[in-house]
C-alpha cells in the first residue's frame, strides 16, 4: 500500500520560513520523480515542484521560484520541501505526490499558515 505522510507545516509569519517533509513508503522511492502540490481553501490543486528520480532535474512553479527548494533524500525515502521568504499566498495545505507535474496528492497533507 502506497502511503504518503506529509509534515513540519505550521504557523510563520511573513519572511519565515518552514521545512516540509514527505515519508514516502509502498513503493520504490528512489525510481519515481516526486512532486509538492499544494491547495488554499477554496481554491483547486496547485503544482509547486518537482524532482526527478535521483534528484537530478529539478522545476518549480514561478509563483515560489528562488523562495522555495526542493530535495530527497533516497536512502530515507523522505522528500524536502525547503520553504523560505514565506508570504500570506504561501497559506495551504501542501501535500506531496508521486510523478512528475503531478496535482494528485495521496496523503493527508500539512497545514501552512502564512499570517502577521
Known amino acids: 500500500e502506497v502511503q504518503l505522510v506529509e509534515s513540519g507545516g505550521g504557523l510563520v509569519q511573513p519572511g519565515g520560513s518552514l521545512r516540509l517533509s514527505c515519508a514516502a513508503s509502498?513503493?520504490?522511492?528512489?525510481?519515481?520523480?516526486m512532486s509538492w502540490v499544494r491547495q488554499a481553501l477554496g481554491k483547486g490543486p496547485e503544482w509547486v515542484s518537482s524532482i526527478n528520480h535521483e534528484g537530478g532535474s529539478i522545476t518549480y512553479a514561478d509563483s515560489v521560484k528562488g523562495r522555495f527548494t526542493i530535495s530527497r533524500d533516497n536512502a530515507k525515502d523522505t522528500l524536502y520541501l525547503q520553504m523560505n521568504n514565506l508570504k500570506l499566498e504561501d497559506t495551504a495545505v501542501y501535500y506531496c505526490?508521486?510523478?512528475?507535474?503531478?496535482?494528485?496528492?495521496g496523503g493527508q497533507g500539512t497545514q501552512v499558515t502564512v499570517s502577521s
Open positions: 505526490a508521486k510523478g512528475w507535474g503531478s496535482t494528485a496528492g
Open positions: 509502498g513503493f520504490t522511492f528512489s525510481r519515481k520523480p
